[in-house]
């Protein structure tokens, strides 16, 4: 089966950086995709990673390590719209032929 | 330019009613999905459509089934509504399966009684 798990829950102060991890177990891994949704939104999508590294996108950087199985997405200098449930996804090759989300985490940014 | 609508964007059912809620795209995208989304469970995969003409079930689609119509259109039915099918519902599509940029309807938020 695939699971991914990411926290639940994140606060971070307007102006910091943070960061959220993803790990996962699937089969057919092509790769992990990061994706915004505000409170009563659709999601939306931010960035994708096929190949380990650092990928940027302005202030939302991207980050994959296959042999992991692990990415996170860092955000810097944060704003106060950047409040939103961030969600990581598999995209699954061969057979699967999908896009798999993991449940979520809510970031909070403060004052 | 439209992207993904869905509709309706508001349903309350009583248990046992059916009703289809309806996708369409206007980006010629080959795959298309229906995610449930429920509090703390994140996006739930119930059907995906990787090209036009084929379904597959994903993670969770007992109670419900899938028409892919034509290329843009891509419908989800509940035969019997039940409670546990009180979510939030949205279709997406991506240009083909697997393809990491899904673009998502508003969603449709069903509420069954």
């Known amino acids: 089966g695939q699971s991914l798990e990411q926290p639940s829950e994140v606060t971070a102060v307007e102006g910091a950086i943070v960061q959220i991890n993803c790990t996962y177990q699937?089969?057919?891994?092509?790769?992990l995709s990061w994706y915004q949704q505000h409170d009563g939104g659709a999601p939306t999508f931010l960035s994708y990673?096929?190949?380990?590294g650092l990928e940027e996108t302005g202030r939302f950087s991207s980050f994959l390590s296959r042999s992991d199985s692990y990415g996170y997405l860092l955000l810097q200098e944060l704003q106060m719209k950047d409040s939103a449930s961030y969600f990581c996804a598999v995209s699954l090759s061969g057979g699967y032929q999908k896009v798999t989300f993991g449940t979520g985490t809510k970031l909070q940014v403060i004052p | 330019n439209a992207g993904v609508t869905q509709t309706p964007k508001f349903q309350v059912l009583k248990t046992g009613q059916s009703m289809t809620l309806q996708c369409a795209q206007d980006m010629n995208h080959n795959s298309m999905y229906w995610y449930r989304q429920d509090p703390g469970m994140g996006l739930r995969l119930i059907y995906y459509s990787a090209s036009e003409g084929t379904t597959d079930k994903g993670e969770v689609p007992n109670g419900y089934n899938v028409s892919r119509l034509n290329k843009r259109e891509f419908s989800l039915r509940l035969e019997s509504a039940a409670p546990s099918q009180t979510s939030v519902y949205f279709c997406a599509s991506s240009e083909g399966p697997a393809i990491p940029e899904a673009f998502f309807g508003q969603g449709t938020r069903l509420t069954v009684v």
């Open positions: 990673n096929a190949l380990d």
């Open positions: 699937t089969s057919g891994f092509y790769g």
